[in-house]
């Protein structure tokens, strides 16, 4: 009923950019929190960004000031800007989102399908 649909991996050398996007659709009634968590071979998947629904915003120490989380709400859309990249930032990202499907129903955890991101010169 929920799909979230990621976009904008690829590979890039190191000091490069990326942007990835994830667009939820199907039954929603309201999204609150969406993020973006990467998961690097041997490794277990980790926070990167989050952002709730009013705006505010949470970072990894690893990727604050270079990574920019930001959502479009009439979208049901987060966008991740990655700048300044890193080889340790390659990894596979996954969006996530907390779904309210209907009103007043629990909230759902639902994952994107994740993107490759690879920095390497």
């Known amino acids: 009923q929920v799909q979230l649909v990621e976009s904008g991996g690829g590979l890039v050398q190191p000091g490069g950019s990326l942007r990835l996007s994830c667009a939820a659709s199907?039954?929603?009634?309201?999204?609150?929190?969406m993020g973006w968590y990467r998961q690097a071979p041997g490794k277990q998947r980790e926070l990167v960004a989050a952002?709730?629904?009013?705006?505010?915003?949470n970072y990894a120490d690893s990727v604050k000031g270079r990574f920019t989380i930001s959502r479009d709400n009439a979208k049901n859309t987060v966008y991740l800007q990655m700048n300044s990249l890193k080889p340790e930032d390659t990894a596979v990202y996954y969006c996530?989102?907390?779904?309210?499907?209907?009103?007043?129903?629990?909230?759902?955890?639902?994952w994107g399908q994740g993107t490759q991101v690879t920095v390497s010169s």
């Open positions: 996530n989102a907390d779904v309210q499907r209907v009103r007043g129903g629990r909230t759902y955890a639902y």
């Open positions: 199907g039954r929603i009634f309201s999204i609150n929190a």
């Open positions: 952002i709730t629904s009013g705006g505010s915003t």
